[in-house]
């Protein structure tokens, strides 16, 4: 069937185009986009924009059952503890919530996610959705000496994954919860492949390594923990875990609330020496919700980097919309081009996540999915 949708603007996965018609064929493939004077009859109109199917870079569906659970401004290291100490919910309550999120966010446009697991039982619902998932087992380990065991237990983890899943992917947590052994066996397991990293959510994240004080410190000793996983380095989180990757990969930083300039100069001359590619994941509701402050959006820009968005996961998000997120910013950073915004929405996570060409733009032959975002992206509604 050949549906004709027109809106005030459409685009095109790099351009914003006026008074243009977009024509997809049977199940969603772009067949064109028109002049809507050449488009004929039959044009569904919308007001807003017409974009391809979103991409989020970031989130935990296996944390969706905790939505409204955690207080929102405890600072990361609290959020932590209290993530660990939640109430204990039942298999199919976790289901029935992982189920609700992965709809809702396919009814706001999300086309793919990125997501965070940590156990097989999100592929349950996971097998049940139509988005794609690109899935990023997330390893946690404070000893080098289990880290050979760490490691050959998510392997048989991503072997489960990959028989549904075949861009699984083995990942690091964060700086703060891997030893540097764990950190070089993950380096090998990934050569070439894209992971992701949870990056200086806070300032307590950089002042652990840069001097051994902080709010981390409590966080250890509430969970028995007397030594720090990785050495203090005097350097910043992003400059003293990055080193530890060498195998061309491309890497996803979520969060970088606290990255300052030279931790960014370091980080793309360290990338380009390295055959490393970076994209820096913006999370601004999370952001909001645990630290209360907005990554230094003004900053990124000015460096060119490649941006891309995530929502995080209900634990620490009201809402699991790309939308959402991206009027978030525009509130804040009101002088962010739309086109921009929209490149960040769409194209970039594409690319971030290794899905284009088939994802986030209109090519011709592609299957993105079909998005309305509502003016001043107040909402958005899938359309195929």
């Known amino acids: 069937m050949v549906l004709k949708f027109q809106a005030d603007r459409l685009f095109t996965g790099n351009t914003l185009l ?3 018609v977009l024509i997809t064929g049977p199940e969603g493939i772009v067949q064109d986009i028109v002049p809507a004077a050449e488009a004929g009859e039959d044009i569904r109109r919308y007001t807003g924009t017409i974009t391809p199917g979103h991409i989020n870079c970031h989130c935990h569906l296996e944390l969706s059952h905790m939505k409204g659970v955690i207080p929102e401004g405890t ?9 660990m100490k939640a109430p204990v919910f039942t298999q199919s309550q976790k289901l029935q919530a992982m189920d609700a999120a992965a709809n809702e966010m396919y ?3 999300i086309h793919a996610v990125g997501d965070i697991s940590n156990h097989i039982l999100s592929l349950q619902s996971k097998t049940r959705s139509p988005i794609r ?23 048989a983890l991503q072997q489960e994954f990959r028989e549904h899943f075949p ?29 992701t990293i949870h990056n200086q959510e806070c300032p307590a994240e950089d002042e652990l390594f840069k001097y051994g004080t902080g ?21 910043s989180s992003l400059q003293t875990w990055l080193p530890w990757f060498n195998e061309g990969q491309t890497i996803v930083l979520v969060h970088n609330t606290c990255t300052s300039e030279e931790d960014l100069v370091f980080a793309l001359d360290y990338a380009a020496a390295s055959g490393l590619k970076l994209y820096f994941c ?10 209360q402050e907005m990554p230094p959006v003004a900053l990124l820009m000015k460096h060119n980097c490649n941006i891309v968005l995530g929502t995080d996961s209900y634990a620490s998000n009201r809402q699991l919309s790309i939308t959402a997120e991206a009027a978030l910013l525009k509130q804040q950073f009101p002088g962010i081009p739309d086109a921009t915004l929209l490149r960040w929405m769409t194209t ?23 998005v309305w975002v509502e003016a001043d992206f107040t909402a958005s509604h899938r359309l195929i």
Request: aromatic share 10%; glycine share 10%.
């Open 282 to 291: 913006l999370c601004p509701g999370a952001n909001m919700y645990i630290e």
């Open 167 to 195: 861009s699984t992917v083995l990942s690091p947590h964060a700086i703060y919860s891997v030893s540097p052994e764990t950190f070089r066996l993950i380096n090998r397991h990934t050569a070439g492949q894209t992971i």
């Open 18 to 20: 006026d008074d243009a």
């Open 107 to 109: 009814e706001a446009g």
């Open 215 to 235: 709010d981390f410190l409590p966080f250890y000793r509430s969970i028995g923990r007397s030594t720090l996983p990785v050495t203090v380095s005097g350097k």
């Open 133 to 155: 998932w690109h899935n990023f087992l997330e390893i946690s380990n404070l000893d080098d000496n289990k880290a050979p065991l760490k490691l050959a237990a998510f392997d």
């Open 75 to 83: 600072g990361l290291p609290r959020f932590i503890g209290a993530v």
């Open 348 to 370: 970039n996570g594409a690319q971030a996540l290794g899905l284009d060409p088939q994802s986030g733009n209109f090519t011709k032959g592609t299957r993105p999915g079909v």
